[in-house]
């Protein structure tokens, strides 16, 4: 089977080769000597390679730790697809027109050799360490945040100090003679996870974007040939991950830099599993050679202060800055979970302005947009723009809910640790599969549902857990994890394995993830069908819901371990509020009814005012007669307070004159000041009130309806709004007639029939006072609450590059009753706004309140 992957020296007579048959597109280079001599080959690859370097390029380096043989493979795999296919494919050509590629196939040569012959487990170089140890972990020994360690058995030791091996020294020299080098991608195995490089901050990067749209668009490639979707994940806490990488040295002279973790295995059966990771990363890897020269001095500058102007149920304003310039465009991409790809697909808007209003978009759902900048003349574009992103308000129905399991409520249970379990809760992961230490092993959540009313009708659910680190949490391409509604009535503990084990399920939730979508980095999220739905609805009866999640509970031969860990926001470990296990809720309530008598109702003719009759038609001079209705809104609840979510004029008719002309009467919603013939003739109509009765239909049926349009819905509540009654008129449409009258019942049965919902329309009052200060190196908020009885709490934001002018435009740091909060995760020194809105039990958010924190000691 090993024979299947190349040597080292296979490698080297494979570019000789390459050189031989490719002269002007290929040139070979060796960059330095290992230890035990040999070469440390490095390739550029280029259309005219001998200018190579005046070209942006990306660096491509692999197989750092020895025992990781994919770089190796995928490195030389790549140099000959590019050298086979660049004649016969133009996006090829035109990559390699502008950019260059810069690849290290194999950076430790001495240690893959031994991987290969003699122990295949070997992830160091081979350096004597005059101990009887040997070797130095190539990936520690770089020198941004190099850590000295003692220990020169451990497979992780960084060397006597940064750049003490001839492998780091050799990268070290090439990348700091390189300016051109924009891109640098590092291949290691395993876990198909992206490390884009951070700097140990729980806070945006700058090029925090770009780093992410790097890796999703490469995922975007990686789908299209297997299916699988990659991690994508910065190093949320622990924050000290690693120290001394190549990444971070790379990162630290400005280029864009990502580990990319490639299979579940180390060495891997080559057919079976190799290949596939190949064919997947060829195409990833092109697209991002040609990005190569989009973070090049030669691009655009980057948009300043991207920011959502507005936002509705179902609109969104978007603005920014850019200097005045003719040849620059801009393009928009849209997504609605974070992490995805921007690529033609998702593209909503190219345009020269610095504004733009997406439209047709869904209530109560969150967006996110993307933007770079592009020169007309070259089409080279700019790196993106830190994101923005927002919720699009609720539809006027709607209320939403988002819930957090309590600590004690959430946790996970293992199968060898029953004595423990109760100690897996509120702390740090949830693991959730099988291993040979833990057994099976299931999360388990309960949520509190007391805050949302018992009929409630779900309209929309989704339930959401964070995936974690899972190179430690090994995933195979087997499996699926899936959340189960538990019966509450079969169990008593949460704790307990033997209850959880043995838990009757109401019903397994259709969506599951299969392992290879189950991505570190990128929210999952299981979303409810109806029939789900029924069943949570149902669960409302308990003011409470348990979920049991559940992944595989065996293991096939040789194998250890299908381990998935899910963050849960609380612990040392976990990575807060912003990453707690939660339900989104979206619902409305059954609504109410309230029927309204005609206050006043008059025939008005061209002679006389006839109060308490309801009578329309003509006179015997073709002159129409108006019938009226006026009611009062007063005995429906407060306007603010109130939805009305349909409603209806009733009328009876009683009698009617015999015609065979097609006479239609309508119901019309009338702004008249006075009751009289002539200020019905000089009124102002609001709207038609539903459609048109016929002559046909006053014979037929007695009673009829004329029902609201949104229009005139909204007009309803306006005048609701200023306590004037509304008024309507009947009337023929026909003319030519003379003596014809419909009469009407007048008494109770004129009605105005209203569906509404106890809902405000607007929210409480903003907090004041907000102020900014420092309490023992963390930045701490505080601010008055408003005094309202509908106050529910506040909702405090942070984003590093603007005012954060929507509640989900950056990291949450608070929500709740309080007034203050410390941000817990935040870099003190580092620049940055916050934003605090004030909600009720809608939730309706008020307009932020901002504050700007200039860091400290800045
Ligand atoms: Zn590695």
Same mark, same amino acid.
């Given at each position: 089977m090993k024979q299947q992957y190349k040597s080292y020296q296979q490698t080297c007579d494979f570019l000789e080769n390459c050189v031989n048959k490719y002269p002007d597109i290929i040139k070979i280079e060796s960059i330095g000597k290992t230890w035990e001599n040999r070469d440390i080959m490095l390739a550029t690859i280029s259309l &005219?390679?001998?200018?190579? &370097?005046?070209k942006p390029a990306m660096l491509y380096t692999g197989t750092v730790h020895a025992r990781e043989w994919i770089g190796n493979e995928l490195g030389v795999a790549f140099i000959d697809y590019i050298l086979e296919n660049h004649l016969s494919n133009p996006s090829i050509q035109q990559t390699l027109t502008n950019n260059t590629l810069y690849i290290v196939p194999c950076l430790n040569p001495d240690g893959f050799e031994y991987s290969r012959t003699h122990f295949s487990f070997w992830r160091k170089n081979r350096r004597d360490n005059g101990n009887g140890t040997f070797g130095v972990d190539l990936n520690r020994n770089f020198s941004v945040g190099y850590q000295k360690s003692q220990d020169t058995s451990s497979n992780v030791h960084s060397g006597p100090h940064p750049f003490s091996e001839p492998e780091t020294t050799a990268m070290k020299n090439f990348v700091d003679n390189h !300016?051109?080098?924009t891109i640098a991608l590092d291949y290691h195995s395993q876990g198909n996870v992206f490390f884009p490089a951070h700097k140990f901050n729980h806070e945006s990067e700058y090029n925090g974007t770009a780093l992410n749209t790097i890796c999703a668009n490469m995922n975007h490639e990686i789908h299209k040939v297997t299916g699988r979707k990659y991690g994508i994940h910065r190093g949320k806490p622990p924050t000290k991950l690693i120290s001394g990488s190549g990444r971070e040295y790379y990162y630290s002279k400005g280029i864009i830099a990502i580990v990319v973790e490639v299979g579940?295995?180390?060495?891997?059966d080559f057919m079976q599993n190799m290949q596939e990771s190949i064919d997947e990363n060829i195409p990833a890897l092109l697209r991002t050679l040609s990005e190569a020269q989009n973070h090049s001095k030669k691009a655009p500058h980057t948009i300043d202060?991207?920011?959502?102007d507005r936002c509705t149920q179902n609109e969104i304003s978007l603005s920014w800055d850019y200097p005045d310039t003719k040849e620059i465009y801009f393009e928009i991409y849209r997504n609605i979970e974070n992490k995805r790809s921007c690529t033609e697909k998702n593209l909503v808007c190219q345009t020269y302005n610095r504004s733009f209003t997406d439209v047709q978009l869904k209530s109560n759902t969150p967006y996110y947009y993307y933007i770079r900048a592009v020169n007309n003349a070259t089409k080279i574009k700019s790196p993106f723009a830190p994101k923005t992103k927002a919720k699009t308000a609720l539809d006027f129905n709607e209320f939403s809910k988002t819930l957090f399991p309590k600590p004690n409520d959430v946790g996970y249970v293992a199968q060898k640790m029953k004595e423990t379990n109760l100690k897996h809760f509120g702390i740090n992961s949830l693991f959730i599969g099988v291993n040979k230490s833990k057994g099976k092993s299931y999360g388990v959540m309960k949520y509190d549902l007391s805050g949302i009313p018992q009929n409630a009708i779900i309209k929309d659910i989704s339930i959401s857990l964070y995936p974690l680190n899972r190179v430690n949490a090994k995933i195979e391409k087997f499996g699926e994890w899936k959340i189960s509604f538990v019966d509450? &009535?079969?169990?008593? !503990?949460?704790? &307990?394995f033997d209850q959880i084990d043995n838990a009757i399920h109401i019903e397994t939730l259709g969506a599951s993830i299969p392992s290879e979508k189950l991505t570190q980095g990128i929210w999952s999220h299981w979303i409810l069908n109806e029939s789900e739905k029924k069943i949570f609805q149902e669960q409302l009866q308990h003011q409470s819901v348990v979920f049991k999640i559940h992944g595989p509970t065996t293991l096939p031969d040789g194998r250890d371990s299908q381990m998935m860990m899910f963050d849960l926001g609380y612990g040392k470990f976990g990575g807060g509020l912003h990453y707690r296990p939660n339900i989104d809720i979206t619902y409305t309530m059954p609504p109410k009814t309230k029927e309204i008598v005609a206050t006043t109702t008059a025939s008005i003719s061209n002679e006389n005012v006839n109060y308490d009759e309801l009578i329309c038609g003509f006179d015997q001079d073709n002159n129409k007669i108006y019938g009226l209705m006026e009611f009062d809104l007063s005995s429906l609840p407060e306007h603010d307070k109130t939805v009305i979510t349909d409603c209806y004029i009733q009328i009876k008719n009683k009698s009617a004159s015999k015609t065979k002309q097609d006479i239609r009467y309508n119901v019309e919603f009338a702004d008249i000041e006075e009751i009289s013939y002539k200020s019905i003739q000089h009124r102002d109509r609001i709207e038609f009130i539903g459609y048109e009765v016929s002559h046909t239909d006053i014979s037929s049926r007695k009673t009829h309806k004329f029902i609201f349009d949104k229009y005139s819905t909204i007009a309803l509540e306006d005048l609701h709004n200023k306590n004037i009654n509304p008024r309507f008129i009947i009337k023929p449409?026909?003319?030519?007639?003379?003596n014809h009258l419909v009469k009407w019942h007048n008494d109770t049965a004129v009605k105005l029939i209203v569906n509404y919902i106890d809902k405000r329309n607007h929210p409480v009052n903003t907090i004041t006072r907000l102020e900014v200060s420092e309490q023992k190196g963390k930045v701490k908020l505080t601010w008055d609450n408003p005094k309202d009885k509908d106050f529910k709490g506040v909702y405090v934001v942070r984003n590093r590059f603007h005012i954060p002018t929507n509640p989900l435009d950056g990291d949450k740091i608070y929500a709740g009753t309080d007034n203050y909060t410390l941000d817990d995760f935040g870099n003190p020194f580092i620049c940055k706004y916050y934003s605090v809105f004030t909600y009720d039990n809608v939730p309706n958010y008020s307009k932020p309140i901002s504050i700007k924190f200039e860091g400290l000691g800045i």
């Open positions: &005219d390679v001998q200018h190579a &370097d005046l !300016e051109n080098i579940t295995r180390n060495i891997p202060k991207f920011c959502i509450q &009535d079969s169990i008593s !503990e949460l704790t &307990d449409t026909s003319s030519n007639i003379k």
